[in-house]
């Protein structure tokens, strides 16, 4: 790899990284104002979407945490019963009573473990449910998105939405919800039975309950625009190190390891600084409802003992009320612990349901037309694309025939990987249509485009797993056998060969056993064993040495026999296999003709070749 190629790769990465991250912030402004009420009513959206498939088992989780709730709440209506009534009845010599509300005592709290048993296994069986249907739906929602998604919206940003984010979601659905849920239905119920005991006493809880109502609307506004920064704040930490590491040897050879850490560091500390902010309003959230629960349960002491000496409330029932504000309060401070959860979870949600919400650039054809055998011939009629208004490629026409090995050259930035991108799919053109044998491209289903086009990065990327696994992904379906004779005919199998484990062997992450030619020559076996019409290569030599290159280039020539090709070509080396030489500037093509045609002409590619014959001298 040249300096000068590092260079640029680089400057694309911290650009990308940048437009990252100034989407993450336009993400956390979107979310203020208006945007709470939208965001919000997405998330729910999905949430509910999320638990219609398990409505029943849902169900029955409501009703386990009702009945568990009711267990609950009728202890201290025995104790009550016992020291109004079954203590006087027992000195009388009449221990019916108290023996009675004993074994009720003791039955209730059985059914209480029972019910709390049957109800945290529905729960927690519903809620990794709903996590796995999320993963799934995410990362298959993902894969779909268009490639113009992935090159704005880099993989940092992907791989918080699908860890992170879920993890924070997951924390809720486990524990937190169940928890809320649960002191939700115990406040509703105890308050009712605080009536019912004793209006006078109720309405000094249900007084002090107003100010407690005002602290958590305060709570809840400072929290959440606390957690939708430390998502934002998390994301960005995750982007640094996905980067960092994607990027390895650029970062070691360009000695960035010091500025890497500098950067990280400050993002960092950045998330460090609004976790701590958003768990300090916690803090003041528990501090301040714990304050007016105490407040609230030593006047009705105070109000109770006094009624008691009176003679208009019976010691039994100022008992049970206590029990019952200590009931009544503790959820309360549960839900201030979930709070935390469900803030984190809750602005986790809002960036998950953005991703799912986006639809892919390049839409599925609604009455879809089939092609079963495609010859491979291209046509590109009064075909135009630009990004934002911006001209890339002005109106154009092309037509290759089928069979045709077409070489585009041109200078960087003359729109050679654009077109191949609309060739392909990877995007659809702003004007005209791209047909192959007469179909638009627009009209066929992904997979079946795919399977008549395919194309051949640069980077020749190969997945964890087994050269033949690798070499499989061109038709999953293929035998053994298949496989052998689709990396024989690139050239591949001599190398194979010589393998320990033959086609077995591992080529570990990102094909990182192998040299970047035999990479390449899997990619081209890959290919072969999908036998599709058109292939489109985007340089395959560029970053070979010389060796390299031959033996790869031996290989295209067999790839390439009776099949239609556009090849992005760099190295005007790769040209000599091409029929064709299309000569791109601005986006306009301004030479077409056979290799040896040009070459005697005066134009430009003429001029390019001249250059490049001189520099092997």
Do not use: C
């Amino acid at each position: 790899m040249s300096t000068a190629t590092s260079d640029t790769e680089a400057a694309e990465q911290h650009s990308d990284q940048a437009a990252d991250w100034r989407g993450i912030a336009k993400e956390d402004d979107a979310v203020t104002g208006t945007g709470n009420l939208v965001l919000a009513g997405r998330s729910r959206r999905l949430l509910l979407d999320l638990v219609r498939p398990y409505r029943k088992q849902a169900v029955l989780t409501f009703v386990l945490i009702l009945l568990d709730n009711a267990t609950k709440v009728s202890m201290p209506l025995f104790i009550a019963y016992a020291l109004d009534h079954g203590i006087s009845a027992g000195r009388q010599g009449n221990w019916t009573p108290l023996l009675a509300t004993v074994i009720g005592f003791v039955v209730v709290t059985l059914l209480s473990g029972l019910t709390t048993f049957a109800f945290l296994r529905a729960s927690g069986s519903l809620s990794q449910r709903v996590l796995f249907d999320l993963r799934v739906r995410s990362f298959q929602h993902t894969q779909r998105l268009s490639v113009s998604f992935h090159e704005k919206y880099t993989s940092g940003k992907v791989v918080t939405r699908l860890t992170s984010d879920i993890e924070a979601l997951q924390e809720l659905l486990e524990g937190a919800l169940n928890q809320a849920l649960s002191a939700v239905i115990s406040v509703v119920t105890i308050a009712a039975l605080l009536i019912w005991l004793d209006p006078l006493l109720a309405s000094i809880v249900l007084l002090g309950f107003v100010p407690l109502v005002l602290v958590t609307r305060w709570a809840q506004r400072r929290q959440r625009a606390g957690y939708r920064r430390t998502r934002g704040a998390i994301s960005r930490v995750v982007v640094q190190f996905v980067e960092s590491m994607s990027g390895m040897r650029a970062v070691q050879a360009f000695r960035r390891e010091a500025r890497n850490d500098e950067v990280l560091g400050l993002e960092d500390a950045k998330y460090q600084k609004a976790t701590t902010a958003a768990v300090r309003g916690v803090g003041d959230y528990v501090g301040l409802s714990n304050f007016i629960g105490k407040l609230t349960t030593v006047t009705v002491l105070l109000v109770g003992a006094w009624q008691v000496m009176e003679g208009n409330l019976a010691i039994g029932v100022l008992a049970a009320y206590l029990l019952y504000l200590d009931q009544f309060y503790g959820p309360l401070d549960e839900l201030a612990q979930v709070f935390n959860s469900y803030q984190s979870a809750a602005a986790a949600l809002e960036k998950i349901s953005g991703v799912l919400e986006e639809e892919p650039a390049v839409a599925e054809p609604e009455r879809p037309v089939t092609l079963e055998h495609a010859s491979g011939a291209v046509r590109m009629d009064r075909v135009a694309f630009g990004y934002n208004d911006t001209s890339v490629l002005p109106e154009f026409d092309l037509t290759i025939p089928a069979g045709q090995v077409v070489a585009l050259v041109g200078a960087t930035g003359a729109g050679k990987s654009t077109m191949a991108k609309l060739l392909t799919r990877f995007y659809d053109p702003t004007g005209g249509v791209i047909t192959l044998d007469g179909v638009d491209l627009r009209d066929l289903v992904d997979a079946e485009l795919r399977r008549h086009i395919v194309m051949i990065t640069q980077e020749a990327y190969l997945f964890s797993g087994t050269i033949a696994d690798n070499i499989r992904l061109g038709r999953p379906e293929a035998t053994d056998a298949e496989v052998a004779a689709a990396a024989g005919a690139v050239g591949l199998d001599a190398f194979v060969a010589q393998l320990p484990d033959g086609y077995a062997t591992d080529v570990r992450t990102r094909g990182g056993r192998l040299s970047a030619g035999q990479r390449q020559l899997v990619a081209f076996a890959r290919v072969f064993l999908a036998d599709p019409a058109v292939i489109v290569l985007d340089e395959a030599t560029s970053s070979l040495d010389i060796p390299g290159e031959r033996l790869v280039q031996r290989a295209l020539e067999t790839l390439l026999r009776d099949r239609t090709a556009v090849i992005i070509a760099h190295r005007l080396s790769t040209v000599a296999i091409a029929d064709r030489v299309l000569v791109l500037d601005g986006g306009r093509i301004v030479e077409d003709g056979a290799p040896a045609e040009l070459i005697a002409g005066q134009g430009r590619f003429a001029g390019l070749h001249a250059a490049w014959r001189d520099s092997l001298v």
